[in-house]
């Protein structure tokens, strides 16, 4: 008996890891050495590859394909048809498996609907990539990018919503009332 939820549809390879609580839906596919950490919920028509690494909680919802050189900490939500590449140049006649570029996403990260995230650049903690954004560069912790390519719009707090900097540079999440500092840059939570 396993500690997880498969679909009858879903394949499962041998020698996959998968945590306790995680639920895979209808029609997706985990390859062999792929790695997914508790209570991730998996949803239909999702690719995860070998070498994939998730950790605990991650939302990966419908039409999403996860291939080698991604790892995502826990608590990432990756939307409906986003895309990851791990080829920068590739070719149907050239075999590169030897050169997939390894994208990380950071813990809590949201990735939007129909968003490219191009193999190589990493994702912040806490970013926000809004829907149908192509990263085409690193995404610094907690911020928030939109657009063809993506350009930094902003910040935003753990609880997803836009913070608001004040003259000392000091933002207060509306939701969560948590502060938060902007300095050389980059935002951290205090």
Not at 16 to 24: A, E, F, L, P, S
Not at 112 to 127: L, P, S
Request: charge should be negative; hydrophobic fraction near 40%.
């Amino acid at each position: 008996m396993s500690d997880f939820f498969a679909h009858e549809t879903a394949v499962i390879d041998e020698g996959c890891q998968i945590g306790t609580g995680t639920k895979v839906w209808h029609f997706s596919h985990l390859m062999t050495g792929c790695v997914l950490g508790e209570k991730c919920n998996i949803g239909q028509n999702v690719v995860i590859s070998p070498k994939v690494v998730l950790g605990q909680n991650v939302k990966v919802q419908n039409n999403v394909s996860i291939y080698e050189g991604v790892t995502c900490d826990d608590d990432v939500f990756l939307g409906p048809s986003m895309v990851f590449t791990n080829v920068i140049n590739p070719r149907s006649a050239v075999n590169r498996k030897n050169e997939y570029l390894k994208t990380h996403v950071g813990k809590g990260a949201s990735i939007g609907a129909n968003a490219t995230i191009v193999c190589g650049h990493n994702i912040g903690q806490y970013a926000f990539i809004g829907a149908g954004a192509v990263v085409t560069k690193e995404v610094p912790d907690y911020a928030l990018v939109v657009g063809n390519p993506a350009r930094q719009m902003g910040w935003m707090s753990e609880f997803g919503q836009r913070l608001h900097f004040d003259a000392e540079n000091i933002a207060v999440c509306e939701e969560s009332g948590e502060k938060y500092k902007l300095e050389n840059n980059k935002v951290s939570k205090i």
